[in-house]
């Protein structure tokens, strides 16, 4: 009776009725209004609303957060008996109705056109677009992109031709302000038409730089792409260019930046020039544009430039190597521009430009331009007359404005090409006394003693170079570049081919104050802590003529053909043990060589580089005679380097112009990046040996020597006496003289330096002749009113004794009387100590020197010595001194080269 009186009838309808079902609806979530939900739904689950709803509180929020809110279901209210469950928060079914889930039924709300986020999936895939959206994301982008390209190409107008073709003056100033050359009339342009441009040009640069010219619309997406592939590789930033596009750029755009807007302009005015122009149009306001180098634009002028003929002339070898130099006239034009970048040599350039000349004509006898059996009748590189030079830059000027303007186009983000167009104000650093005196003083020497004419086989071809720089701030104050720039093609100053010779030696010394020599028990890779720091002053190294050079480990030396190595000193002196400082001031060759070995030719390289030598001008094998100057830097860079032990080792990179201006403003502005490259200990004391040189009466330098100043420098001749040096400094100053026999003609191929025996009237050229006289003369009148200023006294070195070249201690513990007899001497009084010459009565012992047997006859290099080259002290275990016939010379700085066990002649080793 109780059961059945509380069980509810199950077809019952819900108590309450729809008020109640609505009152029910409109309480808020949670425990209780769940229950109160579920009794007025009679939920079969739930008995008079005692029992929680299936879940609980969590399962309630996240019926909510899928389907919940505040929007009404679609199906309405509560579900009775078989109907949909509801209600404002979407119910569940009641008994036999469908059930949505349990947080209430379908999705809200009704789909939206963009379907995003995702309207019927839940968690990560509701984020995630669909295909259908992606596709239609495209095709409105693409659609988008169509439509604006199509309105840009409407829009856009195609430039007036020639807008940017108009020159103008670039002007140089000297130091002070005051102009020093205008030059004007750098742009040499005649227009042409297409009937005077012969078709095999035409079809040379359609093989050589776009094949689809006469088919394409004027761009290539292909080449775009690949250029963009290259660019993001970190490639060329350009390749992908067509005829017409560069046509565009040149001619009918006045800028020429790498950037995106630029290219994007120059993409649809190329297709709007494409869709406007015939193409033999394009092609010839592209071949009447282009840059060919030399200040040449367009095929006329090229034609003129480079053959002395009109364009219609051209033949097909002709036009093949001019269509080679549309790739950069810098590296292809046979004449070279290494003041721009020291790879473009004159050699360099030909080999490159004949390789490519040589690939056109193929490439045109593939495309079907050239038949074969004209091909065949080209099979040599074409004959290009030698560059002329302008009027207006004779005498020194034009070494000066040449040497400017590669420094400028290095520095910038202005090229050759732009510079040509005019419009520069370039103030540099020369002064305009300096240069004057500079080149007084050459044509001083020249004038006395050089004489073609009455020594046609030995004073020909003489060339002199020089370079002056401010050790302080690195700027280039003079330069001697040659005789006239309008008549000497090379620029002297510049990188030459002459070897430096023993004015390589402080790097080597510097080397060994920064490395050490390294340990011979130990292996090839060795630290400071296994290397021993060289004194100048406490070592002791072999002078031994034709020494037996070794590796550091002890081992004798061997070259690829399994010979040994002999080094010889100048005019066959031979010493005893004796101190780097000593070495150098005799310039004896034996000691540096194997000094070098036992440092490592690849620290001797990486010093000079930090000195400031250019890594592409030294050497890269690393043989013995590596140490005695075999590279060949320019004048300017040695000048520059030995500028960095003026400066007490700190270093500034050689630089001629200030700053540049043109009407857009400052283009372009010098900023001082001076950095250490040696400590003030190294730099002082190789200084102060370098002092010596010049001030010791045995010094080789001795003729450079200022009154009054302090002096340090370096001479340096070389094997075959092919060039001579003389490179110092002074606390204000760093100045690099060098002579030569050079014959320098273009159209010379066979271009080599020649021997200076008998140039002069000398016997032989050495560094501390000629070279040493000029830099004296020079530097006196340079420094003529300055303040007189000196070097900073040597500091102390954390160095160890080091025997080498075969020089043992005499005992197995050094003991202090080598390193204080009579080595400390030069070091505490190195400028005012010519007593310390032995008595020549005294027999010499190995370990006693420098020691000479005979004081005449000139073997000691004194001043009453017929021969000034230094003595000939033997350094022969025995102690008997050996005798050089006197030769009349002055200086025993030549880097004669080693030989072979044998005798055979080796390598140059000196130069």
């Known amino acids: 009776m109780s059961e059945h009186r509380r069980k509810m009838p199950q077809s019952q309808p819900p108590s309450g009725g729809r008020a109640a079902a609505r009152r029910a609806a409109q309480q808020p979530m949670g425990r209780r209004s769940a229950e109160a939900r579920d009794v007025s739904t009679g939920s079969p689950s739930s008995g008079y609303g005692e029992e929680r709803p299936y879940g609980g509180r969590a399962e309630a929020r996240r019926a909510a957060q899928r389907g919940g809110g505040r929007r009404r279901a679609p199906d309405g209210g509560a579900g009775g008996h078989g109907g949909p469950g509801g209600g404002r928060r979407g119910g569940g079914g009641g008994q036999g109705g469908p059930e949505r889930g349990r947080a209430g039924g379908r999705p809200p709300g009704r789909k939206r056109l963009i379907d995003y986020p995702r309207y019927d999936k839940y968690g990560w895939r509701r984020w995630m677009p669909s295909w259908k959206l992606v596709t239609g994301l495209f095709l409105a982008f693409f659609g988008g992109l169509m439509g604006a390209a199509t309105l840009a190409y409407a829009w856009v107008e195609v430039p007036n031709e020639d807008l940017a073709a108009k020159a103008q003056n670039n002007v140089y100033y000297w130091a002070d302000g005051t102009q020093m050359a205008a030059t004007g009339g750098e742009v040499n342009r005649q227009i042409v038409g297409i009937d005077k441009i012969p078709r095999h040009m035409q079809d040379a640069v359609v093989?050589?730089?776009?094949?689809?010219?006469?088919?394409?619309?004027?761009?290539?997406?292909?080449?775009?792409?690949?250029?963009?592939?290259?660019?993001?590789?970190?490639?060329?930033?350009?390749?992908?260019?067509?005829?017409?596009?560069?046509?565009?750029?040149?001619?009918?755009?006045?800028?020429?930046?790498?950037?995106?807007?630029?290219?994007?302009?120059?993409?649809?005015?190329?297709?709007?020039?494409?869709?406007?122009?015939?193409?033999?149009?394009?092609?010839?306001?592209?071949?009447?544009?282009?840059?060919?180098?030399?200040?040449?634009?367009?095929?006329?002028?090229?034609?003129?430039?480079y053959f002395g003929k009109d364009s219609d002339q051209l033949n097909v070898s002709e036009s093949a190597f001019l269509a080679s130099l549309l790739k950069g006239a810098t590296y292809y034009d046979p004449a070279g521009s290494p003041e721009i970048d020291p790879k473009a040599t004159a050699d360099a350039n030909t080999e490159r430009a004949a390789l490519r000349w040589k690939w056109i004509l193929d490439e045109m006898v593939k495309d079907g331009h050239l038949p074969p059996a004209e091909r065949a009748k080209y099979p040599t590189f074409p004959k290009v007359q030698p560059p002329k030079k302008n009027a207006q830059l004779t005498g020194q000027i034009g070494y000066l404005v040449s040497t400017a303007k590669a420094n400028f186009i290095n520095n910038s983000d202005i090229s050759e090409q732009d510079l040509a167009q005019g419009g520069y104000r370039i103030y540099t650093t020369f002064d305009k006394k300096k240069v004057t005196a500079l080149e007084n003083s050459?044509?001083?020497?020249?004038?006395?003693?050089?004489?073609?004419?009455?020594?046609?086989?030995?004073?020909?071809?003489?060339?002199?170079?020089?370079?002056?720089?401010?050790?302080?701030?690195?700027?280039?104050?003079?330069?001697?570049?040659?005789?006239?720039?309008?008549?000497?093609?090379?620029?002297?100053?510049?990188?030459?081919?002459?070897?430096?010779?023993?004015?390589?030696?402080?790097?080597?010394?510097?080397?060994?104050?920064?490395?050490?020599?390294?340990?011979?028990?130990?292996?090839?890779?060795?630290?400071?802590?296994?290397?021993?720091?060289?004194?100048?002053?406490?070592?002791?190294?072999?002078?031994?003529?034709?020494?037996?050079?070794?590796?550091?480990?002890?081992t004798i030396w061997r070259d690829e053909k399994g010979e040994e190595w002999e080094q010889v000193n100048d005019d066959d002196a031979s010493y005893g043990p004796m101190s780097l400082r000593e070495a150098m001031i005799r310039s004896?060759?034996?000691?540096?060589?194997?000094?070098?070995?036992?440092?490592?030719?690849?620290?001797?390289?990486?010093?000079?580089?930090?000195?400031?030598?250019?890594?592409?001008?030294?050497?890269?094998?690393?043989?013995?005679?590596?140490?005695?100057?075999?590279?060949?830097?320019?004048?300017?860079r040695m000048a520059g380097a030995y500028a960095t032990f003026a400066n007490n080792g700190e270093r500034n990179e050689p630089y001629s112009v200030k700053k540049v201006e043109s009407k857009k403003g400052l283009e372009y502005e010098h900023k001082a990046k001076g950095e250490r490259a040696f400590s003030t200990a190294i730099a002082s004391n190789v200084t102060d040996v370098l002092r010596d040189v010049v001030e010791n009466p045995k010094g080789t330098g001795r003729k450079a020597a200022i009154p009054g100043r302090d002096v340090a420098g370096k001479t340096g001749t070389t094997d075959g006496n092919n060039s001579a040096w003389f490179v110092g400094y002074t606390p204000q100053l760093s100045t690099a003289i060098d002579m030569y026999r050079f014959d320098d003609n273009a159209n010379n191929t066979k271009r080599k330096f020649e021997s200076m025996f008998g140039t002069g009237a000398q016997p032989k050229i050495h560094g501390s002749s000629f070279p040493s006289r000029i830099w004296n003369d020079y530097m006196t009148d340079a420094l003529e009113g300055t303040k007189v200023e000196s070097f900073p006294e040597p500091e102390e070195l954390d160095a160890e004794e080091v025997w080498g070249g075969g020089v043992t201690s005499p005992t197995p513990t050094p003991s202090p009387t080598p390193s204080q007899t009579p080595s400390a001497t030069p070091s505490q009084t190195p400028s005012s100590t010519p007593s310390k010459t032995p008595d020549p009565s005294k027999t010499c012992d190995v370990w006693n020197w420098p020691c000479d047997n005979n004081d005449n006859g000139g073997q000691d290099g004194g001043a009453n010595s017929g021969n000034d080259n230094g003595g000939t002290s033997d350094g022969g275990v025995t102690g008997t001194p050996t005798a050089p016939t006197p030769t009349g010379t002055d200086d025993s700085s030549s880097s004669s080269g080693g030989k072979p066990n044998g005798g055979t002649t080796g390598w140059l080793d000196g130069g």
Request: glycine share 10%.
């Open 207 to 305: 093989s050589a730089e776009n094949k689809t010219f006469w088919e394409d619309s004027g761009v290539d997406p292909m080449g775009i792409g690949r250029a963009v592939w290259n660019m993001a590789k970190g490639g060329e930033t350009q390749g992908g260019s067509t005829i017409t596009q560069q046509y565009v750029k040149n001619n009918r755009l006045a800028d020429q930046s790498q950037t995106l807007t630029r290219k994007v302009k120059e993409l649809f005015i190329s297709i709007r020039v494409g869709s406007d122009l015939e193409k033999r149009e394009i092609m010839a306001g592209y071949l009447n544009t282009a840059y060919y180098g030399r200040g040449a634009y367009g095929i006329q002028a090229a034609a003129r430039t």
């Open 442 to 554: 050459v044509k001083k020497i020249y004038t006395e003693f050089i004489d073609p004419k009455k020594r046609p086989k030995t004073d020909t071809h003489v060339q002199f170079g020089g370079a002056s720089v401010d050790p302080k701030t690195g700027a280039i104050v003079a330069i001697y570049g040659g005789t006239d720039a309008t008549k000497h093609f090379t620029n002297n100053a510049d990188q030459t081919g002459a070897q430096v010779g023993s004015t390589f030696k402080p790097f080597v010394l510097a080397a060994a104050m920064e490395y050490g020599v390294r340990n011979p028990r130990l292996g090839k890779v060795q630290d400071s802590t296994t290397r021993r720091i060289v004194d100048p002053d406490k070592s002791r190294y072999s002078g031994k003529n034709k020494l037996k050079i070794k590796n550091y480990d002890g």
């Open 588 to 636: 004896a060759n034996s000691p540096y060589v194997q000094l070098g070995m036992d440092i490592g030719i690849d620290k001797v390289r990486e010093t000079a580089v930090k000195a400031g030598l250019r890594e592409s001008s030294l050497v890269k094998a690393n043989v013995p005679s590596f140490s005695l100057g075999i590279s060949d830097p320019s004048a300017i």
